[in-house]
């Protein structure tokens, strides 16, 4: 078994794209709702990362009992901001802000994280020149390892809005080869029987150490874990560790995919920049 170093692929991506980065000095609007500490931490991580290579980071805070109004208004204002590239607004939202009304109001040219109608919609008609960056980091993960995934058996538990569903499209998409692609969740019936013939099995449900050996013996997959779990104190995943030793190539948590998934947010805003201005 071979563990996937996240942290090494996202440095060799910020790398290869410095030079643009520093060209283009791009500005990107972090927005957040109340002061969850996971989230904060989230935030300064992303900062860290922007002071290295030229990106300009606005923070901006709202209270939790931000009316729902007020809070579209602006983030419709921050996103007609000529002096802002990109805007992200991170999750998840109290119950009372609807994101896909939020998604409604950022213009799709500043849209880093590909949830406004235009930007998502172009996964499915396979035309979109950015991705949502948590799916488009397991992408980048294998292709960064060399892993050739056309016509493999891809098995991706959890079907949210979020992860599931567009990381979906993306294994489909002819840009990328085109992978045979079952989604499964918790309604699917005898979910093992899929993930013991599955090459790549992606992992995004959010429940600490769901997959087990079970699920994977004598296969030997790709174990792609997606999942942020807080388990007594720690950061798990939503593979258990004893399950690693049935993988040809695993990635951890953490270290796995959240360092990719920034690397490929700041992509994304370099993209929209170079495409838009």
């Known amino acids: 078994m071979y563990r996937i170093d996240g942290k090494k692929i996202s440095n060799l991506m910020m790398e290869e794209n410095r030079e643009k980065f520093e060209k283009y000095k791009p500005k990107l609007a972090v927005v957040y709702v109340g002061d969850s500490p996971s989230t904060l931490s989230y935030i300064k ?7 290295n290579y030229s ?8 209270d939790e009992k931000v009316s729902e109004e007020k809070f579209l208004t602006e983030i419709e204002s921050i996103s007609k901001n000529k002096d802002i590239d990109g805007v992200i607004v991170e999750k998840p939202l109290p119950e009372h802000l609807d994101i896909k009304k939020v998604s409604e109001v950022i213009d799709y040219r500043k849209d880093v994280d590909c949830i406004t109608p235009t930007n998502y919609g172009k996964l499915i008609t396979d035309d979109f020149i950015i991705a949502p960056s948590t799916p488009m980091a397991v992408i980048n993960i294998l292709k960064y390892e060399n892993i050739d995934f ?10 949210s809005e979020i992860v599931g569903k567009p990381l979906s499209l993306l294994f489909l998409s002819k840009k990328f080869g085109g992978a045979t692609v079952t989604v499964l969740h918790s309604k699917s019936k005898d979910i093992p029987e899929f993930t013991k013939r599955a090459d790549i099995i ?6 600490p150490f769901f997959l087990t050996k079970e699920y994977v013996q ?6 792609i874990d997606v999942g942020i779990n807080y388990f007594e104190g720690k950061i798990v995943g939503d593979i258990s560790y004893e399950t690693y030793q049935y993988s040809k190539v695993y990635t951890p948590v953490p270290g796995g995919v959240g360092p990719v998934t920034v690397s490929t947010l700041f992509k994304n805003l370099l993209i929209l920049k170079e495409n838009y201005g």
């Open 55 to 62: 990106i300009d980071i606005k923070i901006v805070n709202f």
């Open 150 to 159: 056309t016509g493999k058996d891809v098995a991706i538990i959890g079907r």
């Open 45 to 51: 991580s992303k900062s860290k990362i922007a002071q």
């Open 218 to 223: 004598n296969n030997q997959p790709i174990l």
């Open 202 to 207: 992606v992992t995004a449900v959010g429940k």
